[in-house]
């Protein structure tokens, strides 16, 4: 398929007219439907509002997800080393959405508990506050990729050279893109604090058709290679960007002179700093084991590259339920309506662990043939099928730890969650030498599976001990 494109490039160039046209399409829905700013989590059916929540934040999910595996596919064609080069630089890129969740967790959780309450107020000086200090953060850490990025795409030891420099073109790219797709993400997260996460939905959605269209015509007939995915994920941010602020400016009525105080960013800080030092500490984990995996071959960190995307699988649904709870605890506890909560929490879970369960059994009998679906080196294949193998067995407890990531985040306990991550993933690393001796590269597999295993329990637990303070903190909000 790959070749015939390449040799026809006319044949996807012909479906540029019909992605403007979907783009068109999908922003006047979006347009139309975004009248109703805030949906109420605090009455009806508990799964009812879960899954009316939940199937947005999944359905953008889903699409980036499409596009993940469309864009996979395009790269793949180009050789183990491209898709090297690109999961190089995905670390430091997950590194910055990390320090972003500083801003965004802590956003998202007063946002949501205003909302509750009906406090406007409020709304909008949180909403200011976020704004203001993610173009900060934004700014500052596109500045860092640019001025040290050989240093940190060196110090993954890839042995290299060639694939290093490809994957230093890809982080100059994605530092600008970075920029937008942080407003994204905060956008996303506050209109899902307002029950209003379909019109993110909606936006995500002309984000990633438009990519899904871009990346193969900057990768073949432009000849821009790794560039040129990146470039198409630079452009797609900016248009999301685009809608997102043209839909805030309703949303969050900026209009308003409502400004926020210097106790208001924090506040932000405070219920942000425990999740943030929990995700970037999980990434730099991963920096640290993706080091070790660079020890096995470009192809080790090929076959990681494409399990992570084939993961996605199963955690765009967690994702999903995750800030589904999150939103819908924390506007319940607003209004203090606690059984609610509680009753959320457990409709949640069990959506999750159903659903991962069955990702778990598909990545335990055919996880060669997904992995073959984006490469044909032999050695990757076998890699990336024992990658999925091993991670599947975790599956169902790392919904248990997402889900409880997304309650506590919800009551305003976010050192809860973050504490247990941070004790846990950096576990992963002596593990991980313990076994590398008799396991070789599936030491360091395992050191995920078994940490997120434990992790889920462990959150599970803290829920059951939390119950009775549910109540105090509904009095207190």
């Known amino acids: 398929m790959c070749r015939f494109f390449i040799k026809s490039p006319l044949s996807i160039a012909n479906l540029f007219p019909s992605c403007l046209y979907i783009t068109k399409w999908l922003y006047i829905v979006e347009k139309r439907s975004c009248f109703v700013k805030t949906v109420d989590l605090t009455t009806g059916s508990v799964q009812r509002v879960i899954l009316t929540l939940a199937l947005p934040l999944v359905g953008s999910s889903l699409l980036q997800f499409t596009y993940s595996l469309v864009d996979m596919f395009w790269v793949g064609a180009?050789?183990?080393?491209?898709?090297?080069?690109?999961?190089?630089?995905?670390?430091?890129?997950?590194?910055?959405?990390?320090?972003?969740?500083?801003?965004?967790?802590?956003?998202?959780?007063?946002?949501?508990?205003?909302?509750?309450?009906?406090?406007?107020?409020?709304?909008?000086?949180?909403?200011?506050?976020?704004?203001?200090?993610?173009?900060?953060?934004?700014?500052?850490?596109?500045?860092?990729?640019?001025?040290?990025?050989?240093?940190?795409?060196?110090?993954?030891?890839?042995?290299?050279?060639?694939?290093?420099?490809?994957?230093?073109?890809?982080?100059?790219?994605?530092?600008?893109?970075?920029?937008?797709?942080?407003?994204?993400?905060?956008?996303?997260?506050?209109?899902?604090?307002?029950?209003?996460?379909?019109?993110?939905?909606?936006?995500?959605?002309?984000g990633v058709?438009?990519?899904?269209?871009?990346?193969?015509?900057?990768?073949?007939?432009?000849?821009?290679?790794?560039?040129?995915?990146?470039?198409?994920?630079?452009?797609?941010?900016?248009?999301?960007?685009?809608?997102?602020?043209?839909?805030a400016h309703a949303l969050f009525q900026w209009k308003k002179t409502v400004m926020p105080t210097s106790e208001d960013y924090k506040e932000l800080l405070r219920l942000g700093f425990p999740m943030a030092t929990q995700r970037v500490l999980f990434t730099v984990i991963?920096?640290?084991?993706?080091?070790?995996?660079?020890?096995?071959?470009?192809?080790?960190?090929?076959?990681?590259?494409?399990?992570?995307?084939?993961?996605?699988?199963?955690?765009?649904?967690?994702?999903?339920?995750?800030?589904?709870?999150?939103?819908y605890t924390g506007q319940n506890l607003g209004a203090q309506k606690v059984?609610?909560?509680?009753?959320?929490?457990?409709?949640?879970?069990?959506?999750?662990?159903?659903?991962?369960?069955?990702?778990?059994?598909?990545?335990?009998?055919?996880?060669?043939?997904?992995?073959?679906?984006?490469?044909?080196?032999?050695?990757t294949i076998d890699i990336g099928a024992s990658y999925l193998q091993i991670i599947g067995f975790s599956l169902v407890f790392a919904s248990l730890e997402?889900?409880?990531?997304?309650?506590?985040?919800?009551?305003?306990?976010?050192?809860i969650p973050a504490t247990i991550s941070i004790v846990f993933t950096v576990a992963r690393i002596p593990l991980a030498l313990l076994l590398e001796p008799y396991l070789g590269i599936d030491a360091i597999w395992w050191s995920i599976a078994l940490s997120s295993v434990i992790k889920g329990l462990v959150s599970a637990l803290y829920v059951q001990f939390t119950k009775k303070e549910v109540t105090s903190l509904a009095e207190t909000v």
């Open 402 to 415: 997402m889900i409880g990531n997304g309650y506590f985040s919800g009551l305003g306990l976010p050192k």
């Open 209 to 247: 058709i438009l990519n899904m269209v871009l990346s193969p015509l900057f990768i073949y007939p432009l000849g821009l290679g790794v560039l040129g995915a990146g470039i198409a994920t630079l452009v797609a941010n900016i248009v999301m960007f685009g809608f997102f602020w043209h839909r």
């Open 339 to 379: 059984e609610r909560v509680h009753e959320g929490y457990r409709v949640t879970t069990r959506l999750g662990m159903l659903y991962t369960g069955l990702i778990m059994l598909v990545f335990l009998l055919v996880p060669d043939t997904l992995i073959g679906l984006f490469v044909e080196d032999a050695r």
């Open 286 to 327: 991963g920096i640290i084991l993706g080091r070790m995996i660079g020890t096995y071959g470009t192809e080790a960190i090929a076959a990681q590259r494409i399990g992570l995307q084939i993961e996605s699988i199963a955690y765009m649904m967690i994702g999903g339920l995750n800030g589904a709870i999150a939103s």
């Open 78 to 206: 180009l050789g183990s080393d491209a898709v090297a080069s690109i999961g190089a630089a995905s670390f430091y890129i997950l590194l910055g959405q990390a320090i972003q969740s500083l801003i965004v967790v802590g956003a998202g959780i007063k946002v949501s508990q205003a909302v509750g309450k009906r406090d406007d107020s409020r709304i909008q000086r949180y909403v200011r506050a976020g704004r203001r200090a993610n173009l900060m953060l934004g700014l500052l850490f596109a500045g860092v990729l640019v001025s040290t990025g050989p240093y940190l795409i060196g110090f993954l030891n890839m042995q290299d050279q060639g694939v290093e420099e490809l994957a230093y073109r890809y982080l100059l790219v994605s530092a600008p893109m970075l920029v937008f797709s942080f407003f994204n993400l905060l956008f996303a997260r506050l209109f899902s604090a307002y029950g209003n996460t379909t019109t993110a939905m909606r936006i995500n959605a002309t």
